[in-house]
């Protein structure tokens, strides 16, 4: 049902919004370049300043550019400190129930304590 | 009592000195590496470089002054709230735990946590600074929940130890820690 396979309305679509792309590029162009009076002499009076032919691009590199910067800042926020109990535990693991001991099948899944890790891990010798 | 090097998480020479006081007291001792005269002096050049690269374009000499004031105010500052000299941890078997920080300007600040309140003290990996370090860490227990942690107080936060001292450290404290479970407390 949901393949990426290409069909006849998505060719119709990737068309139609190609001839989009194409006619708005074209209207900035000309709004941006042919001047005001040639425009007012064909009829066309109420559009935009041309100042934000040049303002809206501007806003948009700069906004592309802080949001790179601002997206790592966010990640570097939302990472639990050091000294917080997130690192070690959550709630899932608080709330879990001990499971029963089948005998000769793989234990069920479960967080480990981390003391009980640390011991594993660090304190046989050899 | 022996004394041992390892390097911290940022490659920087570190030791490691373990001193048993008896069975059951153990002090280990994280020395970090003392400040460099090399890296003072770059500082320092620096920032009269820039100070003097202002007065020629502002022709104000306030501005020199100004940079020796800040490099002595910056450098005391740093001596004083930032370079920790040696962090050190004092495991006491019935009684708890000490952490004490000393600073290059001699400044020392001292943290006790009593047994009863110590849950385990344990070695954590963490996210920090677009890495990922083991710390050691002391669990303190939470009071209404037997199983529950309530806080976590990362050691040795200067010198971050490598894994390797980490482990030595580790060993240590969990051979004082193991006793409290096979000797019950006394009244």
């Given at each position: 049902?949901?393949?990426?396979?290409?069909?006849?309305?998505?060719?119709?679509?990737?068309?139609?919004?190609?001839?989009?792309?194409?006619?708005?590029?074209?209207?900035?162009?000309?709004?941006?370049?042919?001047?005001?009076?040639?425009?007012?002499?064909?009829?066309?009076?109420?559009?935009?300043?041309?100042?934000?032919?040049?303002?809206?691009?501007?806003?948009?590199?700069?906004?592309?550019?802080?949001?790179?910067?601002?997206?790592?800042?966010?990640?570097?926020?939302?990472?639990?400190?050091?000294?917080?109990?997130?690192?070690?535990?959550?709630?899932?693991?608080?709330?879990?129930?001990?499971?029963?001991?089948?005998?000769?099948?793989?234990?069920?899944?479960?967080?480990?304590?981390?003391?009980?890790?640390?011991?594993?891990?660090?304190?046989?010798?050899? | 009592?022996?004394?041992?090097?390892?390097?911290?998480?940022?490659?920087?020479?570190?030791?490691?000195?373990?001193?048993?006081h008896s069975a059951s007291c153990r002090?280990?001792?994280?020395?970090?590496?003392?400040?460099?005269?090399?890296?003072?002096?770059?500082?320092?050049?620096?920032?009269?470089?820039?100070?003097?690269?202002?007065?020629?374009?502002?022709?104000?000499?306030?501005?020199?002054?100004?940079?020796?004031?800040?490099?002595?105010?910056?450098?005391?500052?740093?001596?004083?709230?930032?370079?920790?000299?040696?962090?050190?941890?004092?495991v006491i078997g019935s009684l708890?735990?000490?952490?004490?920080?000393?600073?290059?300007?001699?400044?020392?600040?001292?943290?006790?946590?009593?047994?009863?309140?110590?849950?385990?003290?344990?070695?954590?990996?963490?996210?920090?600074?677009?890495?990922?370090?083991?710390?050691?860490?002391?669990?303190?227990?939470?009071?209404?929940?037997?199983?529950?942690?309530?806080?976590?107080?990362?050691?040795?936060?200067?010198?971050?130890?490598?894994?390797?001292?980490?482990?030595?450290?580790?060993?240590?404290?969990?051979e004082i820690?193991?006793q409290r479970?096979?000797a019950?407390?006394?009244?």
């Amino acid at each position: 049902e949901n393949s990426p396979a290409p069909l006849p309305e998505r060719a119709i679509y990737g068309f139609a919004l190609f001839l989009g792309s194409w006619f708005g590029f074209m209207l900035y162009l000309i709004w941006a370049y042919i001047p005001e009076t040639w425009l007012f002499s064909l009829g066309l009076t109420y559009w935009p300043q041309k100042y934000w032919a040049v303002a809206l691009p501007v806003y948009l590199l700069v906004a592309i550019g802080i949001g790179y910067i601002l997206l790592f800042g966010i990640n570097m926020m939302s990472t639990a400190p050091l000294n917080s109990t997130h690192t070690i535990t959550d709630n899932y693991a608080k709330k879990q129930q001990p499971k029963k001991f089948q005998e000769e099948a793989i234990p069920a899944l479960r967080d480990v304590p981390i003391s009980e890790v640390n011991r594993m891990f660090f304190l046989p010798e050899k | 009592m022996d004394e041992r090097r390892y390097r911290s998480a940022s490659g920087e020479p570190i030791a490691l000195r373990r001193r048993q006081h008896s069975a059951s007291c153990r002090e280990l001792v994280v020395r970090c590496p003392r400040l460099q005269l090399r890296s003072l002096s770059a500082v320092t050049s620096a920032v009269w470089l820039a100070a003097y690269g202002l007065f020629a374009l502002s022709e104000n000499s306030m501005v020199l002054s100004a940079a020796i004031f800040i490099t002595l105010i910056g450098l005391i500052v740093y001596l004083h709230f930032v370079k920790v000299d040696q962090e050190s941890l004092l495991v006491i078997g019935s009684l708890g735990i000490q952490v004490t920080s000393s600073y290059a300007s001699g400044k020392e600040s001292t943290t006790f946590i009593e047994m009863g309140q110590v849950k385990d003290v344990v070695i954590n990996e963490a996210i920090h600074m677009q890495k990922v370090i083991y710390y050691l860490c002391i669990l303190l227990q939470d009071p209404g929940d037997p199983q529950g942690i309530s806080e976590v107080v990362p050691l040795f936060q200067s010198s971050k130890p490598r894994l390797d001292c980490l482990i030595e450290v580790y060993k240590s404290c969990q051979e004082i820690l193991a006793q409290r479970r096979t000797a019950p407390q006394v009244e």
